[in-house]
């Protein structure tokens, strides 16, 4: 028999285990996260430059950098403040560490066609030594960026002044000790290589190998391999361009290497397809491994089905074991070892649905959303209209609209949870569907590898939100 002190012991021990737990699930996504505010960046006059609205977020490996480009060509890295870092509880604040000028706007005479500034796409490398590599693309070309820091500087040199001029050799008459001198933190980005000449169409995706020497790059109907030290030659690894154009029915519209297979990759399609390829199987990937469709229900077949259920993003989980896809009112959890059909489906806006013919008319429906992955792989998020974005927690399989708004500026403003309203009648704190802000919409959103920090991009401020410890 047990003693009662040892059953009180044990009771304890549960309940300190049980507490524990729930801390540990609401810091990983697994509870119901309170989000609150942290901070903005960007200005907030109304008046908004095309060149400054941001294109695409993404954090580093290890989240202490967080990079932004914008439709101007400009990229914006912006480094986690110690001090928040090291806090207790840890604050999600970021301040700008270096901005540079990654891509300029180009003309190409013989097919008399403008090319944009605008950076498609960022993609960090891993790092391996003090400094940082970072891709970034444009409609057509793609440049490899080092940004390193420097403090120190070489004074005493022999053949030149310090004002960087030469010095008349008949002047030196003796020799001197050149001495190293600290100086003001200087962080400089310069670009290493430039991938340039081979795509056609416009690129929509680059991703770095788990390999950390290859990268992939795709447009609408070629993915090119890369070896990040040539720049003169790619190998074409898939080739959907028919023998006769009027014979294209679909378009790839996303791809990304498995994060830790190296031969595997994924890419998505117009169609709604998700393909998987094996590139031990062959040099052209023509042939896919698995294909991830889901069949339609002819019952709710419409003019509008074919656009929606293009597939706009398709980002693999930390894990390797699963993927999601979004296409323009859903995202979709799929699980690598089975294709016939998803085995969760999140909606992002159904109520949008009776709205298709008035979004069609005003481009809207084209829009192309990107999701993305909680560190652990439990939460998902994606943006919406109205400058709504939205977080869906796998385990609870509860749902959060969220508004990234300059009502809340405010740090540790808590976010209260929106909800619109499809009916004649809503409540107080509903918003009517239609009174929705079509112009704001929520398409680049990024969420910390280890922690529930998150970056939303809304036009050309980027907000920066965490959970309420």
Known sequence: MKSP?????????????????????????NGDIQWCFSQVKGTLEDDVTEADIISCVEFNHDGDLLATGDKGGRVVIFQRDPISKNSIPRRGEYNVYSTFQSHEPEFDYLKSLEIEEKINKIRWLKRKNPAHF??????????????????????????????GSIRDPACITSLRVPSIKPMELMVEASPRRIFANAHTYHINSISVNSDQETYLSADDLRINLWHLEIT?????????????????????TAAEFHPAECNVLVYSSSKGTIR??????????????????????????????????SISDVKLSHSGRYMIS?????????????????????????????????????????DKFECCWSGNDSAIMTGSYNNFFRVFDRTTKRDLTLEAARDIAKPKTLLKPRKVSTSGKRKKDEISVDCLDFNKKILHTAWHPSENVVAVAATNNLFLFQDKL
């Open 276 to 309: 998987l390829c094996d590139m031990r199987s062959a040099a052209l990937c023509d042939q896919h491994s698995k294909l991830f469709e889901e069949q339609e229900d002819p019952t709710n077949r419409s003019f509008f089905s074919e656009i929606i259920s």
């Open 5 to 29: 002190s040892n059953i009180m012991r044990q009771s304890s021990l549960t309940k300190l285990g049980s507490m524990i737990n729930t801390a540990v699930n609401k810091r990983a996504g």
């Open 232 to 252: 003169d030659q790619s190998f074409n690894i898939v080739d959907i361009k028919p023998t006769n154009m009027e014979e294209l029915t679909e378009v790839i």
């Open 326 to 366: 979004r296409d323009y009112l859903s995202v979709k959890v799929w699980d690598l070892q089975m294709e016939t059909k998803p085995i969760e489906c999140y909606p992002v806006h159904e109520y949008l649905r009776s709205k298709l013919c008035s979004l069609y008319e005003n481009d809207c429906i084209f």
């Open 134 to 163: 970072l891709l970034s693309t444009n409609d057509k070309t793609i440049k490899l960026w080092k940004v390193s820091e420097r403090d120190k500087r070489v004074e005493g040199y022999n053949t030149k002044e310090e004002n």
